[in-house]
Nanobody, 124 residues
């Protein structure tokens, strides 16, 4: 079982930046997807960004395109989410997750392993 741990959340003013990290407990071999989701109070869990295991494919929600970037460091077993030009509507708990199948899915039920979440709050 893979354990995922997020970090890097916090409080930031609108227009600012944060970088989230997600560290896996073990190396995953084969084909898989790493994704970032977020969930605000009273709302469903929402797909934010995803990346294939080989780094060849990325996909972003329309709401974050051009502002967020997903990346990975396989040697460190870490996936990152660089968030720039943050808006108050980005406020949510952010989760990293892993899916065992390609292609990248935007559906949270397709992801098998989840981190505990990290809070991101953007003030106006």
């Amino acid at each position: 079982q893979v354990q995922l741990v997020e970090s890097g959340g916090g409080l930031v003013q609108a227009g600012g930046s944060l970088r989230l990290s997600c560290v896996a407990s073990a190396r995953t071999v084969g084909r898989y997807v790493m994704g970032w989701f977020r969930q605000a109070p009273g709302k469903d869990r929402e797909f934010v960004a995803g990346m294939s295991s080989n780094g060849g494919d990325t996909y972003y929600a329309d709401s974050v395109k051009g502002r967020f970037t997903i990346s990975r460091d396989n040697a460190k077993k870490t996936v990152y989410l660089q968030m720039n030009s943050l808006k108050p509507e980005d406020t949510a708990v952010y989760y990293c997750a892993q899916s065992g199948r390609l292609p990248i899915s935007t559906l949270h039920n397709d992801y098998n392993f989840w981190g505990q979440g990290t809070q991101v709050t953007v003030s106006s």
